[in-house]
């Protein structure tokens, strides 16, 4: 048996509702910035554009829209709108919206991995040139994602859940189902080369419409804590079969889920390699949403089970090996 996560209110429900029944810190991050609109804003405004023209301009969404999910972002503080006399109003990051920067960053590793960056409304319209500079040592970098206590690179097969609150075994992040790193490493670089070769416009938005959809990344959570069947997700989210199968075959196109069948005839679902790679952007948000919408105790940690200690994770220079801050990290 899996974790279950409560259920949650439909993708369109209101972040209140979605506050008063989601019970996990991912659900909740999900429920303010899962939205694709919403983390196209987030992107602008961390690459330091902050005017209503300028998210016009640069990935030329309608008026009626952009209103929305500013005034939503205000709303939930993770922006504000500076307004003096005489000026347009500037949309900064509040304490909150800047915390989102491990998540960015998350997000960047992954779709320089596993995007195409061949569609210039993705993530990230045009890498490699877009990088991202840690100005300590002054190197363009990629990232890496390491344990606070052990210093070894965080791998999702080698955590695991513990639920703080009910007397639930602990589950393990059942992401891999092969659990040999070595082995993992020259079919993850197969399978991203042809995730770069493939142009298709689907799968060049493909983080944007896994995480920038709250199912999609609902369903991708689950996965994380050992969900595997249709009746778990039903169970885990709360969410219609209509709805889960629309999903399921979404993620599948995606190339983030696979199936294979079990006992018979059942159908298991499982994160691919690609699926697998998006554990720091889960960890992220769970960890933004912790901190930031989860008064008290966690509902779950997440153990590293090389050093036994609770997880806390950190971004390092892949440059400099030196941990990153916010203030010394650039997205050029
Ligand atoms: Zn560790
Ligand atoms: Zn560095």
Not at 118 to 138: E, K, M, N
Not at 164 to 179: H, N, R, V, Y
């Given at each position: 048996m899996g974790l279950q996560s409560p259920p949650i209110s439909?993708?369109?429900?209101?972040?209140?509702?979605?506050?008063?029944?989601?019970?996990?810190?991912?659900?909740?991050?999900i429920a303010v910035i899962g939205d694709a609109w919403t983390l196209r804003v987030l992107r602008t405004v961390f690459r330091g554009k902050r005017r209503y023209g300028d998210f016009i301009k640069e990935f030329g969404v309608s008026r009626a829209v952009l209103t929305d999910r500013l005034n939503k972002l205000v709303e939930h503080e993770v922006l504000l709108r500076d307004t003096r006399e005489g000026k347009h109003p500037e949309y900064r990051l509040t304490e909150r919206g800047l915390?989102?920067?491990?998540?960015?960053?998350?997000?960047?590793?992954?779709?320089?991995?596993?995007?195409?960056?061949?569609?210039?409304?993705?993530?990230?319209?045009?890498?490699?040139?877009?990088?991202?500079?840690?100005?300590?040592?002054?190197?363009?970098?990629r990232p890496q994602f390491k344990c606070l206590h052990c210093q070894q690179?965080?791998?999702?097969?080698?955590?695991?859940?513990?639920?703080?609150?009910?007397?639930?075994?602990?589950?393990?992040?059942?992401?891999?189902?092969?659990?040999?790193?070595?082995?993992?490493?020259?079919?993850?670089?197969r399978e991203r080369q042809d995730a770069l070769h493939n142009t298709s416009t689907l799968q060049a938005q493909r983080l944007v419409r896994v995480i920038g959809d709250r199912w999609n990344s609902a369903v991708v959570a689950a996965a994380f804590r050992a969900v595997r069947t249709f009746s778990g997700f039903e169970q885990a989210l709360g969410i219609g079969p209509a709805q889960l199968s629309m999903r399921l075959a979404e993620l599948q196109k995606l190339g983030i889920l696979s199936t294979r069948t079990y006992a018979g005839s059942r159908m298991a679902y499982r994160l691919t390699k690609a699926g697998i790679a998006l554990f720091p952007v889960t960890l992220e948000l769970v960890r933004w949403g912790n901190r930031w919408y989860w008064p008290g105790t966690p509902a779950f940690t997440v153990q590293h089970l090389l050093c036994k200690n609770p997880l806390e994770a950190r971004w390092h220079c892949g440059h400099c090996e030196a941990e990153l801050v916010r203030e010394t990290v650039r997205f050029a």
């Open positions: 439909p993708p369109d429900a209101d972040f209140e509702s979605l506050v008063a029944v989601g019970q996990s810190a991912a659900q909740r991050s915390d989102l920067w491990p998540l960015f960053l998350a997000m960047w590793v992954w779709e320089s991995d596993w995007g195409t960056g061949q569609d210039q409304d993705t993530w990230a319209p045009d890498l490699p040139r877009r990088q991202v500079v840690h100005t300590g040592c002054g190197h363009p970098m690179a965080v791998l999702p097969f080698e955590t695991t859940a513990i639920d703080a609150t009910a007397q639930a075994d602990p589950q393990a992040f059942t992401a891999a189902p092969l659990a040999v790193a070595p082995a993992i490493t020259s079919s993850f670089r």
